[in-house]
């Protein structure tokens, strides 16, 4: 028997198909490489935004309904979409081994198997917000973390196994453990003791949860094996529309983080997200993000424009005309990228030491320093390797290095 894993959306997203595959070769099955050439198809979809949705549905209607089993949030959060087909949400995972009419997997089991040398991380399910517009809060609950001993013992089969870079995933990375008792500064302090040549990239945080553990958090980035890599998305530099979307912090506090951080790691890399056209959302609002995109200046940011979504308090809101959403989305994106062009050109002539840790286009690679900066090295290069590499030339969304080859 086959089967075909799809995937859409974030990277927890990607961490749960990991823990499907996991339950697939448990029980007998072969992993196929397209879905015309598989017994059973599992679509692990995603619901963030209505053009998401919809092209969820789209995809789930071309494919055979006998042969799907429907994942992620789309099942989780509006099960009526996807009545006809069988179905298994993120927190039910393990009753995809029943639907197979197989084994089980055991309990609190999060290790999946490596491919490359890069390996994903969950370290807990749910979040401790009440953001207006989320739909992902009704997909994922309450803050549901992991035991840290599991996952320590899951970091380490993986090391063990050859990975060199470790992503750690939830939905909020510095909510980890407020539901048990730890924090993520305890996780990350245990994962930091494996022995082995590795990387942690720490994912997305919340600044209602990083800035209550900021100066532990700092000190525990303050480490080797940890990538100087901050995702801490902002959404507005409004404080008037983060108190509407119920975000929990302010402007000033979201600066602070970064400063505080900054301030430690001046090569910090930065990612943040923003929403625009939030209910409400005026000229002068959109002037505050567009000068805090200025003012911090982030080297990555997701710009979305803000989709209704069912049963959520904005959707109750008068909604933004779409054309202004398109345009204030065309504007702070091309602030951004003028942004983020220029930080990259300022790196030209930059020494750097960084790990190969994907294969690229034409015979390149894409390798990371210590800052998760993203160079594009035109060499075909083992993965896992370190190399000394200059910085050679700048795009918007990537650097361009060299080998530095001693004689």
């Not at 998401?52 to 789309?74: P, Q, Y």
């Not at 929990?248 to 943040?272: A, H, K, M, Q």
């Not at 995109?293 to 982030?298: A, D, H, R, S, V």
Request: net charge positive; with cysteine; hydrophobic share 35%.
């Amino acid at each position: 028997m086959k089967a075909y894993i799809e995937t859409y959306g974030c990277t927890a997203n990607k961490s749960d198909s990991q823990r499907i595959k996991t339950i697939l070769l448990q029980n007998n099955y072969e992993i196929a490489d397209s879905a015309e050439n598989s017994d059973i198809i599992v679509v692990n979809t995603c619901t963030v935004t209505d053009r998401t949705e919809r092209r969820m549905i789209k995809r789930l209607r071309e494919l055979k309904k006998e042969k799907i089993i429907v994942a992620g949030c789309l099942p989780a959060a509006q099960p009526d979409l996807v009545s006809g087909w069988k179905t298994i949400t993120p927190r039910s995972i393990p009753s995809l081994a029943r639907i197979l009419g197989g084994q089980v997997p055991a309990k609190n089991e999060i290790c999946i198997p490596l491919e490359g040398v890069t390996a994903i991380v969950s370290i807990s399910d749910g979040c401790v917000g009440h953001c207006s517009y989320c739909i992902v809060k009704q997909a994922r609950g309450d803050l549901k973390s992991y035991p840290l001993k599991t996952i320590v013992n899951s970091a380490k089969r993986l090391v063990e196994a050859g990975a060199k870079e470790i992503l750690i995933t939830s939905q909020d990375t510095a909510a980890y453990g407020l539901d048990i008792g730890v924090s993520l500064t305890d996780l990350l302090s245990h994962i930091t003791g494996i022995d082995g040549d590795f990387y942690i990239r720490v994912g997305m945080m919340n600044p209602l949860t990083a800035t209550k553990i900021l100066d532990d958090l700092v000190d525990s980035f303050d480490n080797p094996k940890v990538f100087k890599f901050l995702h801490l998305p902002v959404q507005s530099g409004s404080d008037r529309i983060l108190e509407s979307m119920n975000r929990g912090y302010s402007v000033s506090d979201y600066v602070n983080i970064v400063d505080t951080f900054r301030e430690r790691f001046p090569s910090l890399t930065l990612s943040t997200d923003f929403i625009v056209g939030y209910p409400g959302e005026n000229a002068e609002d959109f002037g505050r993000t567009v000068l805090l995109l200025e003012k911090t200046k982030p080297t990555k940011v997701n710009i979305t424009r803000f989709s209704p979504r069912p049963n959520t308090p904005a959707a109750s809101l008068p909604d933004t005309l779409e054309r202004t959403k398109k345009e204030r989305s065309r504007a702070l994106t091309k602030a951004h990228h003028r942004i983020a062009y220029d930080l990259h050109r300022s790196l030209v002539g930059l020494l750097t030491e960084a790990i190969v840790t994907e294969k690229g286009k034409d015979s390149s690679v894409i390798a990371r320093d210590s800052s998760y900066r993203n160079l594009v090295i035109r060499e075909s290069l083992m993965l896992g390797e370190k190399h000394p590499v200059r910085v050679v030339g700048a795009r918007t969304n990537y650097l361009i290095g060299e080998l530095l080859r001693y004689t």
